[in-house]
């Protein structure tokens, strides 16, 4: 860390600038949102260096970003965010990742905990029976020949026109579950044999479906206007991405933009960082197949909302109307998203690379849907199983500094190897249920990976970005139920 030391420049308490002298070729200097405990931890990796190297971008503006629940990732860290000009800058696979829009949304209930925890065990069963999970795991959905592309155009609408979900759901989900300006021509058949058969399902990783209740509510008024009313409310969180398809499409176009960059004379320190100019034919062609994984993935987690709307008011006995199960909100955490935002005074349309990092639009923003245009954009950062998650609204600030954008979640501290190494499935369980919170899962080691102790504590992570300003807590949930693929 004294090594690093001698080349961050502290602004303040929440905030750490890489100077663009720290390495010649950097465009724009790097920076950091943590505080001093943090930075120990974020300096035992490489996630410092991927920042300076994504400086070196062409056409990126104003920092490369990192959010506090920044960890080391495939060419961009994980929780790192940098914003490039449409006529000179690029877009770069690296900086939107694989699981191409993992995302969460948040449903709340009119339910309580005295009322639904006698019955959690149950619950759990029942969703994990209706809601397929795991690795390679196969949905419930069989797709006709060809409607592969429906799903891909369409998004969250596909699903909701057959059934799954209600039209007031594209409402509260980020672009309406829908990405425009897509072509699934440029979508590998590859990619779409992938996705065929994982269409409703939850995947494995960190990825997960939670029954939470709200413990602790921090602004009444905001809480109130997204459904939140009062501690003890059940809630329900599904976290998942856009499965084998998005992979395959990073993966195809990580290839296309090596060459690219031979190509159009394209120098990086590092090749993982593979990118093409935006406005090009290889940039056109992965913005395209991006948004169609984009759309995949939002239709992901409508079927799955559906199937865990069925599950819930089956085992609990109620109707939808009386349970409520309404979506909050839905937020992308890997994406790349044509913007636009002011920069040295000026508006200028951008290319915002997001990499588990959050949108966070604030109040009056015309991207923020009409109900919550009071208030600001719902953000959803869910901590880890065995404890609290949190519930944010962006904030101007955001807008200023970070492109309006804050952390995606807790943060990675031990990579899955070395959690598997220190801990045994078996315990991670039996201490979860030891605290009442009922687990299933297809997988020990599995588990294990995703133990408390591998991730940041969230609350620390969630404090920076509300210290700092950039996103403002609304709500805290904790957990009584988890699925984990």
């Known amino acids: 860390m004294a090594g ?3 080349h961050l420049e502290k602004v303040d308490d929440y905030r750490w600038r890489i100077p663009k002298s720290y390495k010649a070729g950097m465009r724009v200097p790097g920076l950091i949102y943590a505080d001093r405990d943090m930075l120990e931890h974020i300096l035992k990796e490489q996630a410092l260096e991927q920042i300076a190297n994504v400086a070196f971008l062409p056409g990126i503006v104003g920092y490369s970003l990192a959010m506090p629940d920044i960890h080391w990732g495939y060419g961009f860290p994980i929780g790192g965010v940098a914003a490039m000009r449409m006529e000179d800058g690029v877009i770069s696979p690296g900086g939107v990742g694989f699981d191409i829009n993992c995302g969460v949304r948040l449903l709340r209930t009119n339910l309580t905990q005295e009322e639904v925890y006698p019955k959690i065990k149950e619950l759990i069963d029942a969703l994990y029976q209706n809601v397929p999970s795991g690795l390679g795991s196969r949905g419930k959905i069989r797709l006709r020949p060809g409607e592969i592309n429906e799903v891909l155009v369409k998004g969250s609408r596909w699903a909701v026109e057959k059934g799954y979900g209600r039209p007031e759901d594209l409402e509260t989900t980020e672009e309406g579950g829908e990405m425009a300006d897509v072509s699934p021509a440029r979508v590998s058949s590859r990619a779409k044999e992938r996705g ?10 960190n990825h997960f479906l939670e029954v939470a209740v709200v413990d602790h509510i ?6 109130k206007a997204m459904g939140i009313d009062r501690v003890g409310q059940v809630m329900l969180l599904i976290h998942c991405g856009s499965r084998g398809l998005g992979h395959q499409v990073a993966s195809d176009y990580i290839k296309e933009m090596v060459r690219a960059m031979a190509k159009y004379r394209i120098e990086l320190p590092d090749r993982q960082l593979a990118c093409s100019p935006i406005n090009s034919d290889e940039g056109q062609a992965y913005l395209s197949a991006m948004r169609c994984a984009a759309n995949y993935a939002w239709a992901n987690r409508q079927c799955i909302t559906h199937w865990v709307r069925e599950a819930f008011c089956r085992i609990l006995d109620v109707s939808e109307e009386s349970a409520g199960l309404e979506l ?5 955490h890997n994406i790349a998203k044509i913007e636009e935002h002011t920069i040295d005074g000026q508006k200028q349309t951008l290319c915002v690379h ?21 208030i600001g954009q719902p953000i959803l950062i869910p901590g880890d199983m065995g404890r609290v998650s949190y519930v944010l609204i962006g904030t101007e600030q955001a807008m200023k500094e970070t492109f309006g954008s804050t952390c995606h979640g807790a943060g990675r501290l031990q990579s899955r190897a070395a959690a598997k190494r220190h801990l045994r499935g078996r315990d991670v369980l039996e201490a979860l249920e030891s605290r009442g919170i009922t687990v299933r899962t297809g997988s020990l080691s599995g588990l294990a990976e995703e133990a408390s102790e591998a991730y940041k504590d969230v609350t620390s992570v969630v404090g ?3 210290n700092a300003g950039i996103s403002k807590i609304v709500a805290r949930t904790k957990p009584i139920g988890v699925i984990k693929g």
């Open 218 to 223: 921090y602004e009444a008024d905001i809480a």
């Open 464 to 466: 920076v970005t509300h």
């Open 354 to 374: 997001r990499k588990g990092a959050t949108r966070a639009f604030p109040a009056g923003h015309p991207d923020v849907p009409e109900k919550y245009s009071r």
């Open 196 to 205: 065929i058969p994982q269409l409703g399902t939850l995947g494995s990783g």
């Open 328 to 332: 909050i909100y839905d937020v992308a």
């Open 4 to 6: 690093w030391l001698g």
